[in-house]
């Protein structure tokens, strides 16, 4: 058995999320920690602890969003990979240029959390 290439190009991108997704897991854990909360039920990108603790939770979570996401990953992850690509004798295209969302907004969102 070979490698599928369309198969593994196509899980790139979900991985490369999913992998995202348990960093912010993990960053908010070590974070409530810090608080004292230590009773969660997660599972991917479910967060749930006890009733007394989702406030402290709700604060941790935006904080620890906007900690992953005020970088440029799709740049860095573009760089990387090119480098990577470089000595295959491939090429990567140019990523697009970020936006003008201040993803410092999600520390006052209302609804970010629930």
């Known amino acids: 058995l070979g490698v599928d290439a369309r198969r593994a190009a196509l899980a790139a991108a979900p991985n490369v999320i999913h992998s995202f997704d348990a960093a912010?897991?993990?960053?908010?854990?070590?974070?409530l920690d810090h608080y004292g909360v230590r009773s969660f039920?997660?599972?991917h990108d479910?967060?749930?602890?006890h009733a007394?603790?989702?406030?402290?939770?709700?604060?941790?979570?935006r904080e620890q969003f906007v900690h992953i996401y005020?970088?440029?990953w799709l740049?860095?992850?573009?760089?990387?990979?090119?480098a990577q690509a470089d000595g295959l004798g491939l090429s990567m295209p140019t990523p697009p240029a970020m936006g003008d969302l201040d993803v410092r907004e999600v520390l006052n969102s209302e609804f970010f959390f629930a």
Not at 24 to 31: D, F, P
Not at 46 to 49: F, H, R, V
Not at 75 to 82: E, N, R
């Open 52 to 61: 007394a603790d989702t406030t402290t939770m709700g604060e941790v979570l």
């Open 70 to 72: 005020r970088t440029d």
């Open 24 to 31: 912010h897991l993990q960053l908010t854990v070590n974070r």
């Open 41 to 43: 039920a997660m599972v």
């Open 46 to 49: 479910s967060y749930g602890t």
């Open 75 to 82: 740049s860095t992850l573009a760089t990387d990979f090119g």
